[in-house]
């Protein structure tokens, strides 16, 4: 969607101001009859979360109303946002302590979503409108209202024959990099002015990629204009540059221009001292449009793994992690007082997603990227190739939002660093790759409350058959050292699993018949 509009900051300032008559009519304008005291129950379940949610979710009841697939969506502050527009009413729900990952892991029976094409949800979406409706206000579906639909002046769907002009397409494509309907749009209207990347954009859409990128590849030269000499690696496959890789001092001077002609939302920075953030961050560029960021410290400009001092905390005086999501940081040496500026102190709002890669980590910086005070919103941590101990999976373990864990283990007390993880009241999915697990080790994760494991076994047949028995896996990933032969006990005990785990990967040497024999009862995954 674009930026809100008047009627939605309205009553977002009604909201807050707790002014009843002002929020009803501003409602109304947006097209439906909604009583504050009705919506401030609604989102009263959230606790802490509840103002965030209560602001954010009338965001998805206007576009709900006003965009082509009829229905909005939002995993965010630990609740699901999900609204449906019907013929003469709207369906409004939200669920309390979920996550991006497992946006209905908690509540309604809603299965097959899909993050990528969010079409392919709409009857997903009208199967939950229905039920949601006749069962409003008992289990699953405690937090849900209808409200009924107001006429307004202005169509509810807006096409491409009435989007006035390319720069508020532009504008709405920056502001939501993730809307299928705007990408639609913006790609017709292109299409209509014979602009060759609106035809790409549309074969991107359609899953078309083979053909997308042929096309995307013949006409380079007009997709990366402004681009030459300056960003590397930029990702246009999608018919608009959308990504890239660039040096800080190139981003001071030139950025203005290459945001202004391209709707980037990620990138991939480097810095090779410590003038060029502090440079970037007295630059007046619109960095809260990234949502993906690699920030990489290299003291040899062109060669990845070159480490240097950088000054990242340079960066918080930019607005750059106002809406970030993900955010990896790579190559930087700079001492733990530094570290402490930068992490320890950073606001950002919206991050689920941080990886920090760098194998010779000090000790001091890796319980500071690990204790649950710093970024405590993190669902997802990426330790790269750290080597982890004892006392940092303990820390790891306290942090109540994490879900997602990838790194490896080089300590001998694999099993206690195994048992230390699995105590996480919130891990499900678990990466410990390079990490040869023993026995004692498989067993002492089959403690946890993983769905998700992704281990080098080097352990009994009978300990991954308690791994399996115990845990509520639906995936399990065994590497193994390369050319080792699979133990037939090995393929009887994943045949024989219950039936949740639904995806198998075995990273020896499999039999034609042993993998016959997996593939017959759950989805083999061959390397």
């Known amino acids: 969607m674009a930026a809100d509009p008047d009627c939605v900051v309205v009553a977002q300032a009604a909201l807050r101001a707790n002014d009843a008559p002002a929020f009803a009519a501003a409602c109304a304008e947006m097209g439906l009859a909604l009583e504050l005291s009705t919506y401030r129950a609604l989102c009263a379940a959230h606790d802490g979360w509840a103002e965030l949610v209560s602001q954010r979710l009338l965001e998805q009841v206007y576009a709900a109303l006003h965009n082509e697939l009829g229905y909005a969506f939002l995993a965010d502050f630990q609740a699901t946002m999900l609204v449906a527009r019907a013929d003469d009413r709207v369906v409004i729900g939200t669920l309390t302590g979920t996550t991006r990952q497992q946006p209905f892991r908690w509540g309604w029976p809603i299965a097959g979503w899909s993050k990528a094409n969010r079409a392919k949800n709409v009857p997903l979406v009208l199967a939950w409108a229905r039920e949601a409706e006749l069962r409003a206000g008992t289990p699953p579906y405690d937090h849900v209202i209808v409200a009924p639909r107001l006429r307004v002046a202005e169509a509810v769907t807006e096409t491409s024959a009435v989007r006035a002009s390319g720069d508020a397409l532009f504008a709405a494509l920056v502001a939501d990099p993730e809307d299928l309907g705007t990408r639609a749009v913006y790609a017709d209207w292109l299409i209509e002015r014979g602009d060759p990347r609106g035809e790409i954009m549309r074969l991107h859409a359609e899953g078309k990629l083979d053909e997308a990128r042929t096309r995307a590849m013949a006409m380079r030269d007009v997709v990366r204009e402004h681009l030459k000499g300056v960003v590397q690696h930029a990702q246009d496959e999608t018919g608009l540059v959308e990504s890239f890789q660039i040096v800080a001092d190139q981003l001071a001077k030139r950025g203005a221009e290459l945001f202004s002609r391209h709707p980037v939302h990620a990138m991939?920075?480097?810095?090779?001292?410590?003038?060029?953030?502090?440079?970037?961050?007295?630059?007046?560029?619109?960095?809260?449009?990234?949502?993906?960021?690699?920030?990489?410290?290299?003291?040899?400009?062109?060669?990845?793994?070159?480490?240097?001092?950088?000054?990242?905390?340079?960066?918080?005086?930019?607005?750059?992690?106002?809406?970030?999501?993900?955010?990896?940081?790579?190559?930087?040496?700079?001492?733990?007082?530094?570290?402490?500026?930068?992490?320890?102190?950073?606001?950002?709002?919206?991050?689920?997603?941080?990886?920090?890669?760098?194998?010779?980590?000090?000790?001091?910086?890796?319980?500071?990227?690990?204790?649950?005070?710093?970024?405590?919103?993190?669902?997802?941590?990426?330790?790269?190739?750290?080597?982890?101990?004892?006392?940092?999976?303990?820390?790891?373990?306290?942090?109540?939002?994490?879900?997602?864990?990838?790194?490896?283990?080089?300590?001998?007390?694999?099993?206690?660093?195994?048992?230390?993880?699995?105590?996480?009241?919130?891990?499900?999915?678990?990466?410990?790759?390079?990490?040869?697990?023993?026995?004692?080790?498989?067993?002492?994760?089959?403690?946890?409350?993983?769905?998700?494991?992704?281990?080098?076994?080097?352990?009994?047949?009978?300990?991954?058959?308690?791994?399996?028995?115990?845990?509520?896996?639906?995936?399990?990933?065994?590497?193994?050292?390369?050319?080792?032969?699979?133990?037939?006990?090995?393929?009887?005990v994943l045949v024989a699993a219950p039936p949740r785990l639904t995806r198998v990967s075995v990273g020896g040497t499999l039999t034609g018949a042993q993998a016959a024999r997996i593939a017959a009862t759950r989805t083999l995954v061959r390397d």
């Open 268 to 492: 991939h920075l480097i810095a090779t001292d410590r003038k060029q953030l502090q440079k970037l961050a007295t630059a007046d560029l619109p960095l809260e449009r990234i949502r993906t960021l690699h920030l990489e410290g290299r003291s040899v400009r062109k060669m990845s793994g070159t480490t240097c001092e950088i000054g990242p905390s340079a960066l918080r005086a930019t607005r750059v992690f106002a809406n970030l999501r993900r955010l990896r940081l790579e190559g930087i040496a700079d001492d733990v007082a530094e570290w402490r500026r930068f992490l320890g102190e950073l606001c950002a709002p919206h991050l689920a997603d941080l990886a920090v890669h760098d194998r010779a980590l000090d000790p001091l910086v890796a319980h500071l990227v690990v204790a649950p005070a710093t970024l405590p919103g993190i669902e997802s941590l990426s330790l790269g190739s750290y080597q982890l101990d004892v006392t940092i999976a303990r820390t790891i373990a306290q942090r109540e939002r994490l879900t997602t864990l990838s790194t490896s283990v080089w300590d001998p007390a694999i099993a206690e660093v195994a048992a230390a993880l699995a105590e996480s009241p919130s891990l499900v999915d678990i990466e410990l790759w390079r990490t040869p697990m023993d026995d004692a080790a498989v067993r002492a994760l089959a403690r946890g409350k993983f769905e998700r494991v992704h281990i080098h076994a080097r352990c009994s047949p009978a300990a991954v058959a308690e791994l399996v028995e115990r845990l509520p896996l639906h995936t399990l990933v065994l590497d193994m050292t390369y050319g080792t032969a699979v133990a037939d006990a090995l393929v009887d």
